[in-house]
């Protein structure tokens, strides 16, 4: 499995910027030669200033990156005039976006590298069996060099890929929350099917656009994409049902609490591309923490599929099945430990004097600014904890108080137990919460 890493959820310009002029300041020239491209210490020096940065991406995802990029670049360099062929629009404009970046920003040209340079083999290219390099002012053979063709392209962009059929079975909270996520990418809510036995659920969806009805057959039958989101219990008996419509089209994406990959593997038709997801609540604002586990027929663009489509809902990762029922602990409950101290905290301000609705207001408020400032600035808990305290002032002492309470070990212990918990359920997978 790919080296695996905490990132930020979705590149964008600003990032991609910056992670060329790393490149380009390490060699630019190296990272264009396709036989290279698995040149590792470059890629390992470009994640350390790019986590420096507060862009937290591995050097898989580097690579990986670098390779899209590539072939964007090439592929925007081959043909400049031409007009995208309307599936790969959106991808087309990045082509763009790239040339500008790569030509102006990041003269490669001045870097040395031309179009009649040849290759040196190299023991960073020995073994390694990538193509060639592309030449500057030639043409990219479509095979080359990273053996990406374009569907695969379209693949790792569902975003732009208006094409793309997305399912619900379920139309819960959480199947709610991901939608909304879904939408807001460039998913057409037209392209969305969703199923519940029962109706109470479904007007929210019609009120996206979202086409909705009662059979599960119909969902699976009109998507690409099925989102698996009914109770753990249910999930058996409703795979049981769609199992015979599941082609080699279908990915599978299960995001029920302890079903495990071998569980729905042993339901699903053979190969069947299947994904285990743990979302946490505030997917529904947009704002989740998402971990995946790819089964064992679901590929790395399988993978880059679902974290492309599911970028808006929250931060998305992918990791082992063993660290499922963590994420479950830090972050599906977490989300519950956080409410439980912002409670808390506003019961403190209750107490000293604050009217109850003010000190509610000013508690969730204080959540959110501390979980935005720890995020967006990269750095460590401690280190901002540490920024906030002057000595002899009111932080630490309140800290001692926290840290007299056994707040620290008190966390762990929860993190802990409800990890213990989710492992205890998907021991006994299919059966009832
Ligand atoms: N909520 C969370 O914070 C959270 C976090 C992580 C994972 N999850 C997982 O997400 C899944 C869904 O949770 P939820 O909170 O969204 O549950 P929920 O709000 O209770 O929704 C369950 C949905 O499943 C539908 N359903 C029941 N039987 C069905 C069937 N035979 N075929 C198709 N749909 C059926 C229900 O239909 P009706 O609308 O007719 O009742 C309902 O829309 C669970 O497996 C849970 O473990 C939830």
């Known amino acids: 499995m790919e080296e695996l890493g905490l990132k930020k959820q979705n590149w964008d310009v600003k990032e991609t910027e910056l992670f060329l002029g790393i490149l380009k300041e390490l060699d630019m020239e190296k990272c264009l030669d396709g036989r290279k491209v698995r040149n590792t210490t470059i890629f390992k020096v470009a994640h350390r200033r790019m986590t420096a940065a507060g862009y937290h991406r591995s050097v898989d995802q580097l690579k990986f990156r670098w390779k899209l990029l590539k072939s964007a670049y090439y592929k925007g360099k081959r043909e400049p005039n031409s007009n995208a062929p309307a599936k790969i629009q959106g ?4 082509e763009k976006t790239m040339i500008a970046i790569m030509e102006s920003r990041h003269p490669l040209i001045g ?8 290759d040196e083999a190299t023991e960073d290219s020995e073994g390694d069996g990538d193509p060639p390099i592309l030449h500057w002012q030639q043409p990219c053979p479509d095979s080359a060099p990273q053996n990406l063709n374009l569907d695969l392209i379209i693949k790792m962009d569902p975003e732009m890929d208006t094409q793309l059929k997305i399912g619900f079975i379920g139309a819960g909270n959480m199947a709610y929350g991901i939608a ?32 909705v009805t009662h059979s ?16 753990p219990h249910l999930v ?27 569980t729905l593997e042993e339901i699903l038709p053979d190969n069947t591309v299947a994904i285990r997801m743990m979302p946490n609540l505030p997917c ?12 064992s027929h679901a590929k790395l663009e399988d993978g880059a599929l679902i974290r492309s489509l599911l970028h808006r809902c929250g931060l998305v990762e992918e990791g082992p099945e063993a660290w499922i029922d963590i994420h479950t602990g830090l972050s599906g409950s977490g989300v519950a430990f956080v409410y439980l101290f912002a ?10 004097g604050m009217p109850s609705a003010l000190a509610h207001s000013i508690a969730s408020q204080t959540v959110l600014g501390a979980g935005r400032l720890l995020r967006d600035s990269g750095k460590h808990p401690a280190q901002l904890r540490s920024e906030v305290c002057t000595p002899g002032g009111t932080t630490i002492y309140g800290l001692h108080t926290l840290e007299k309470g056994g707040l620290r070990a008190t966390t762990m212990s929860a993190v802990e137990s409800a990890t213990e918990r989710a492992r205890e359920f998907g021991k006994k997978s299919g059966t009832k919460k």
């Open 111 to 118: 870097t040395g590298v031309h179009a009649d340079r040849t």
């Open 216 to 231: 599960n057959v119909e969902v699976v039958c009109g998507s690409d994409v099925v989102f698996v989101a009914v109770k």
């Open 91 to 94: 991808w087309w404009r990045y």
């Open 236 to 262: 058996p008996l409703v795979l049981s049902e769609v199992s015979q419509y599941i082609t080699d089209r279908h990915i599978i994406v299960s995001v029920a609490a302890g079903v495990t990959l071998s």
């Open 343 to 352: 409670e808390a905290l506003a019961e403190g301000a209750v107490k000293m």
């Open 284 to 295: 529904v604002v947009q704002e989740g923490a998402i971990l995946f586990a790819r089964g």
């Open 180 to 211: 909304k996520g879904v939408l807001s990418g460039n998913v057409l809510p037209a392209n969305v099917r969703v199923s519940a036995p029962s109706s109470r659920n479904l007007g929210r969806f019609q009120e996206l656009g979202i086409p």
